[in-house]
């Protein structure tokens, strides 16, 4: 069973970065596609990004793009997701997910994964 464990939520003012983590374990060589997205109360389900094994990105926010880059680093099997420009609307819990898939032309969206984790909150405060 592939568990997902995210990291680095937080609450920051309006402005400023944080640095979200997801490292799967046990390390399986099976992972293909990681990504992110994320819920806030009342509002919509929102895909961010996913990320392939050999790296390639695909933001589902255009909204998003500018501020949120995701990234991996298979060696320590996690997936990051780098949020500058923060602003109140990003206050949210943060999911990661990740999928042993193939055969995809390009990764879904997160939520569309097999594996996800427990969600790392991040507040923005005005």
């Known amino acids: 069973q592939v568990r997902l464990m995210e990291s680095g939520g937080g609450s920051v003012q309006a402005g400023g970065s944080l640095k979200l983590s997801c490292t799967h374990s046990p390390y399986n060589h099976d992972i293909t596609c990681m990504g992110w997205f994320r819920q806030a109360p009342g509002k919509k389900r929102e895909e961010i990004a996913s990320i392939s094994l050999g790296g390639e990105a695909i933001y589902y926010a255009d909204s998003l793009k500018g501020r949120f880059a995701i990234s991996r680093d298979n060696a320590k099997n996690t997936v990051y997701l780098q949020l500058n420009s923060l602003v109140p609307n990003d206050t949210a819990l943060y999911y990661c997910?990740?999928?042993?898939?193939?055969?995809?032309?390009?990764?879904?969206?997160?939520?569309?994964?097999?594996?996800r984790g427990q969600g790392t909150q991040v507040t923005v405060s005005s």
């Open positions: 997910g990740a999928d042993q898939r193939t055969g995809w032309a390009e990764c879904p969206p997160a939520s569309h994964f097999g594996y």
